[in-house]
């Protein structure tokens, strides 16, 4: 259950880092897709550090955009030069 609530807020997450991040992005399905992993490691890193996601709804979304940009940060890194 806790992997489907980083899911659904990794789609809000998604959208804001599309809107955050410099650049064209990747359109509305990617950015969401690369939310929804970027919330996935967002929580991973921040159960990692120790860091509870029991700070609610604004909390969560919080950590799950800092994975989004970080995600969307590595793929640009690896896609650059490519389209």
């Known amino acids: ?19 955050i991040m410099k ?8 950015d969401v897709a690369l939310g929804i992993v970027g919330a996935i490691v967002g929580g991973f890193i921040a159960g990692l550090l120790g860091i509870s996601p029991s700070g609610g ?6 950590i799950a955009i800092g994975g989004a940009v ?11 030069g490519r389209g």
């Open 1 to 19: 259950m806790h992997f489907l609530w980083w899911i659904l807020v990794g789609l809000v997450a998604g959208w804001a880092t599309g809107k």
């Open 23 to 30: 650049g064209g992005g990747y359109g509305f399905i990617v």
């Open 57 to 62: 709804l604004l909390y969560t979304i919080l």
């Open 70 to 80: 970080l995600v969307v940060f590595l793929f640009r890194l690896v896609t650059k």
